[in-house]
């Protein structure tokens, strides 16, 4: 006897898949065509190849600053995977022990900063790290290290890796609770054979279990990498569209939204930054299919 062909499951996926299709990857497709126009000076737009692509790269007028906010995206990127991530699965270790007073208020505390608002977290360090009226400074004096204390988002040298450590401290909860998650989904009697043994603590944990949490550490890069390259709130709310001083803080995102919307005496163009953020799909999509090719895979082998 022939089934029937499952409708209901149509009728319950076909509201997620409009809605998807409708904002999501309609949008998508038509950024990746509007890469391929210009617009004139009559404000029409007409089809020109890779002309806008050749912009980006090669004009110096636009490469420059492209290749900027690439650098600094990379460092920017690079900080959250050098401390967030590492000091995420050190807390969640630490969470994760038995015998832990306030575990779970911990948890709360350290998590609650990613639920704020982007703007009240670059509003509230900038009132901290004020030379004027901010008390970094004199809570630096507590310590003995007022003398080291600078405008550091003020400073080229500085600003973009202040900026960096201030999304680290708001964001570290999230890496911290997706690893927690995994250490304690370990069952128990692996730990406890491993005691057995006669293995320290220590050696537990690296040897059993960081092995067996691959699969979340490499999620967690994943969407670290991910965040990182479609950052732009914290830049845009802190240092404006013009990332300063002197682009030092430029990422991606703060360069498409110039090279779209315009800025002050720069005039915007639709179809260039449509190029940008292809550009941006694009470094996403090979970053994320690179780390699925060369890790997803050799993880899925160990686990087997």
Do not use: C
Request: proline letters at 5%; a neutral charge.
């Amino acid at each position: 006897m022939k089934k029937p062909f499952p409708w209901h499951i149509v009728v319950f996926l076909a509201p997620a898949f409009l809605i998807y299709a409708l904002f999501s990857a309609f949008p998508l497709l038509d950024t990746l065509r509007l890469g391929f126009y210009v617009t004139s000076d009559t404000n029409q737009q007409h089809f020109a190849g890779l002309a806008n692509y050749y912009t980006l790269m090669v004009d110096p007028h636009w490469s420059e600053g492209f290749w900027n906010a690439m650098r600094n995206n990379v460092k920017f990127f690079l900080v959250h995977m050098l401390i967030q991530n590492p000091i995420g699965l050190l807390l969640a270790a630490l969470l994760s022990m038995r015998g832990v007073r306030g575990a779970k208020a911990y948890q709360t505390l350290i998590f609650l900063p990613t639920l704020l608002s982007v703007v009240i977290i670059g509003f509230v360090w900038q009132l901290i790290l004020s030379p004027l009226w901010g008390v970094a400074e004199t809570l630096l004096g507590y310590v003995g290290l007022a003398e080291h204390f600078q405008p550091w988002l003020g400073d080229e040298s500085t600003a973009l890796f202040t900026l960096s450590l201030m999304s680290v401290w708001q964001f570290v909860g999230i890496p911290m609770m997706l690893i927690y998650a995994a250490l304690i989904a370990i069952p128990d009697e692996i730990i406890e054979a491993a005691v057995v043994e006669g293995a320290s603590a220590w050696r537990i944990f690296w040897t059993i279990r960081v092995p067996l949490i691959l699969p979340t550490l490499g999620l967690t890069t994943i969407l670290t990498f991910v965040g990182n390259f479609n950052a732009f709130d914290l830049i845009y709310s802190v240092k404006g569209a013009l990332a300063g001083p002197g682009y030092s803080t430029d990422i991606l995102g703060t360069y498409f939204y110039r090279a779209f919307f315009g800025y002050q005496s720069q005039l915007g163009s639709p179809t260039l930054g449509a190029a940008v953020a292809t550009m941006m799909f694009l470094v996403i999509l090979i970053g994320v299919g690179l780390y699925f090719f060369f890790v997803q895979r050799k993880l899925q082998r160990f686990s087997f």
